[in-house]
């Protein structure tokens, strides 16, 4: 990058609307990169210390969008955003709007629409990574969208640090990976909240549980890779363990955790899968299997959307 353009960087005036943690957290690295900040929030108060950082506070929508080049939003969820938008229909021409709000493929794609119909050059995208790393090399952001509105703004975004991912100009594109990763997010914390729970009722301090729960954390990394393989490849082998044992293992767990009275709605919906990829005749085969019966139509992957 030459001195002059790192002078421009210095001067691309951004926009932040939405003050959460997340949205403080990108106001900040802005700021630290040194581009004119104005934040705009819909509850007074939540600026943080964003003004004394030399932030300035937009009283309005309309003002907070014509004082950035670059509008990033970062709301709680598509509701949010488009009662934001609304409020500033005007004042778009030459800039560009970067969603940051997490939702889902179809919200972004409308959202595309909706933006399109009015000129607003739209991109979408999704952060992985939580606040702290905003701004640092361990950050992690999906955009996609049409490729010259990313090409416009990913030297401003690079503010945001760590590693941008530009996925394609499917608007819904970032979001399918968000929703994706989440649901693995999601599903994970269950499990670990459920398994405290388990030892706790069976008397087992949770530090002492936790140095074995890390160990069974630690085998997922690999497990991700294999099954990817395994999945691409409609190939599951049951060599390491089959569906058929995973049967019985989720059986006993879910015995002893009604025993102590711990709800059991999630593993008995594991269950359910499982016992549907038995009578299907997976049984034999290795747990990656599972993802065929999770689909209605029995397919192994998919390749909409790619
Ligand atoms: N925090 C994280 O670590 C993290 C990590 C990855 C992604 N994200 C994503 O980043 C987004 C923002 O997250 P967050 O942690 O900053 O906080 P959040 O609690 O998800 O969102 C708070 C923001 O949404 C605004 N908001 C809520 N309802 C609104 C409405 N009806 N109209 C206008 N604004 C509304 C709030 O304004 P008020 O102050 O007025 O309520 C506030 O600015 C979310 O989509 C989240 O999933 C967050």
């Known amino acids: ?80 955003l488009h009662a934001t938008l609304r409020q500033s229909t005007e004042g778009w021409e030459g800039r560009q709007l970067v969603n940051l709000t997490s939702g889902e493929p179809a919200q972004a794609r409308a959202t595309a629409v909706w933006a399109s119909a009015r000129g607003i050059d739209y991109l979408d995208g999704a952060i992985l990574t939580p606040t702290p790393a905003v701004g640092t090399p361990s950050a992690a952001v999906l955009y996609s969208g049409a490729s010259d509105v990313y090409e416009a703004v990913a030297a401003t975004l690079a503010a945001i640090g760590g590693t941008a991912t530009y996925l394609g100009d499917d608007h819904g594109r970032a979001s399918a990976f968000d929703v994706a990763l989440l649901d693995l997010f999601a599903t994970s914390v269950n499990g670990i909240v459920h398994a405290f729970a388990l030892s706790s009722a069976e008397g087992i301090a949770p530090e002492q549980f936790a140095a074995f729960a890390t160990g069974i954390g630690g085998l997922l990394p690999e497990m991700i890779t294999r099954f990817a393989q395994q999945i691409q490849a ?14 019985s293992g989720i059986t006993h767990v879910i015995n002893t955790s009604a025993t102590h009275g711990i709800d059991v709605g999630v593993l008995t919906a594991a269950k359910t899968v499982i016992d549907r990829a038995v009578a299907d005749g997976y049984g034999p085969q290795g747990l990656a299997r599972l993802t065929t019966t999770l689909h209605k139509d029995g397919r192994a992957w998919t390749t909409e959307g790619t």
């Open 234 to 247: 409609d190939h599951c082998p049951g060599d390491r363990s089959t569906i058929a044992s995973a049967a």
């Open 1 to 80: 990058m030459t001195a002059s353009d790192e002078e421009n960087l210095q001067l691309t005036p951004v926009t932040v609307l939405g003050l959460g943690p997340m949205g403080r957290a990108l106001a900040a690295a802005f700021l630290a990169a040194r581009h004119p900040v104005t934040v705009w929030n819909r509850t007074p108060g939540r600026t943080g210390d964003l003004l004394d950082r030399g932030a300035t506070l937009a009283t309005s929508v309309e003002d907070a969008v014509r004082a950035g080049q670059l509008v990033v939003t970062c709301l709680i969820d598509y509701d949010a």
